[in-house]
């Protein structure tokens, strides 16, 4: 499931609140907020430190460089990007 919402982090450019149950198609045109986007990261980084995954760990810091399209900065990626020198520091 990762792997797939990553690929529409790579391949879309943006994170949908709904999609359908295989995640082949956003079935909302709301994107989800800041909050949700941090959590995503951080989920991709605490996958990339659990598994080695370093497909995951390129999506983080993809989003943190600002890959979503919405047209939008994304509040919090601060202390995100604090999580991920942390995770770099102790790898």
Same mark, same amino acid.
């Given at each position: ?23 082949s ?12 986007? *941090? ?8 996958s990339? $430190?659990?598994?080695? @995954? ?5 999506t983080? /810091?993809?989003? *943190? ?5 919405d047209?939008?900065?994304i $509040?919090?990626?601060? @202390? ?6 942390? /995770?770099?520091?102790?790898?």
């Open positions: 499931m990762l792997h797939r919402l990553a690929k529409k982090v790579d391949v879309v450019k943006s994170l949908k609140t709904h999609y359908s149950s295989d995640l198609r956003s079935v909302s045109h709301d994107v989800i907020s800041d909050q949700y986007v *941090c959590v995503l990261v951080d989920i991709f980084l605490y990339f $430190k659990t598994f080695r @995954d370093f497909k995951l760990l390129n983080a /810091l993809k989003i *943190c460089d600002g890959i979503l399209d047209g939008r900065p $509040k919090g990626l601060d @202390d995100v990007r604090n999580s991920l020198d942390l /995770l770099v520091k102790g790898a």
